[in-house]
């Protein structure tokens, strides 16, 4: 049970101070007034120390999208209930399985009985929430719409989570098949090669170019191996620090989107991605019946780039987009020129 200091006056206006266990923070003012102190200061002890050290060891803890997916979901079904924010932070906190993530809700929590906003207080958690997620509950908190958005933002993450666990899978066998090959070239040329290289040079006899070349990639590979462990470990942090900073993740990005095969992917999460949240963001901003149909056009391409992807087909995504827009932007404009001149019976 945390222990909780407190300041106050008495009812003959002495001024005394000192600690009580108990539940929480409004358990211990309860405790109080039924001693007959009323309370101008209380604070956890052991508690909020304890929190400040797990807050610090914890900050930098990246964040599983499952749970983030899960604790978004629920958080929106709270938010939707009518429940008030700091006690959806403070059961979400207290239920999450994920130590890490836990504490990172318990923090926001505290920041956000502080007197911050909810998107002021997952800014400083950018490891548990990323730009996009703070600047969508910024413009729910905004346009008083915080259960909508968070519940575009559950199914978002879930469609995510989803096609990650898809690639993954896809990905295990290619992956698979590529290592055990790599390791057998590598035992060959480390072990068996030069076995052979000394039972030729024994004979005496010339060798085939084929077999000379071969040998001399074993002769290579067996003197260049620790600089290739090296500098296979050099180029990955070295592209890691590259990446971290701005000009280099252009750079990286644009190379990446460039790729015959892998670019165009990235593309087509890109695009998903930007219907996805301007759907939810508009959501409730439209109130006319051919925005509403522009809204369910957006929506619709994300869904159909989204089935795109997936089921691997090799249909072009603009052609979708232009497809659904042309035909909403057509219905718009038929309602429009309907309403404005309707037909004269």
Not at 303 to 312: L, P, Y
Request: one cysteine or more.
């Amino acid at each position: 049970m945390p222990t909780f200091a407190f300041a106050g006056r008495t009812r003959s206006g002495e001024l005394v101070n000192g600690e009580r266990l108990a539940d929480s923070v409004d358990a211990a003012v309860a405790m109080l007034r039924r001693e007959q102190i009323l309370v101008t200061k209380i604070s956890a002890v052991k508690e909020k120390a304890k929190e400040d050290k797990s807050q610090q060891k914890f900050r930098a803890t990246k964040v599983p999208s499952k749970s983030l997916a899960i604790f978004t979901r629920q958080f929106s079904v709270m938010i939707d209930a009518g429940l008030p924010l700091v006690q959806c932070l403070d059961i979400l906190g207290r239920q999450e399985p994920h130590k890490g993530f836990a504490q990172v809700i318990l923090a926001t929590r505290s920041e956000v009985e502080g007197g911050a906003s909810l998107a002021d207080a997952m800014r400083r958690h950018p490891k548990a929430f990323d730009t996009l997620y703070v600047n969508m509950v910024a413009a729910g908190e905004a346009g008083g719409i915080l259960d909508t958005i968070l519940k575009r933002l559950a199914v978002y993450i879930e469609k995510n989570v989803k096609l990650q666990g898809q690639v993954k899978s896809a990905m295990i066998y290619p992956v698979a098949v590529m290592t055990i090959a790599g390791l057998v070239v590598a035992v060959i040329l480390w072990k068996v090669i030069p076995t052979f290289a000394e039972l030729f040079a024994g004979l005496g006899a010339e060798l085939p170019l084929p077999t000379r070349v071969v040998i001399w990639a074993s002769k290579s590979f067996i003197t260049a191996l620790p600089f290739l462990v090296v500098g296979l470990i050099g180029a990955v942090f070295g592209l890691r620090a590259f990446y971290a900073t701005y000009g280099g993740r252009r750079t990286i990005d644009n190379i990446l989107l460039k790729l015959p095969i892998l670019g165009l992917i990235l593309r087509k999460i890109a695009h998903l991605t930007e219907y996805a949240i301007l759907g939810a963001l508009l959501v409730r901003a439209l109130s006319r019946p051919g925005l509403a149909i522009l809204l369910g056009g957006l929506y619709a391409v994300s869904d159909e780039v989204h089935q795109h992807f997936v089921r691997g087909r090799h249909a072009a995504w603009y052609d979708v987009l232009i497809d659904t827009i042309g035909v909403t932007v057509g219905v718009v404009a038929w309602r429009r020129l309907r309403a404005r001149y309707p037909a004269s019976r």
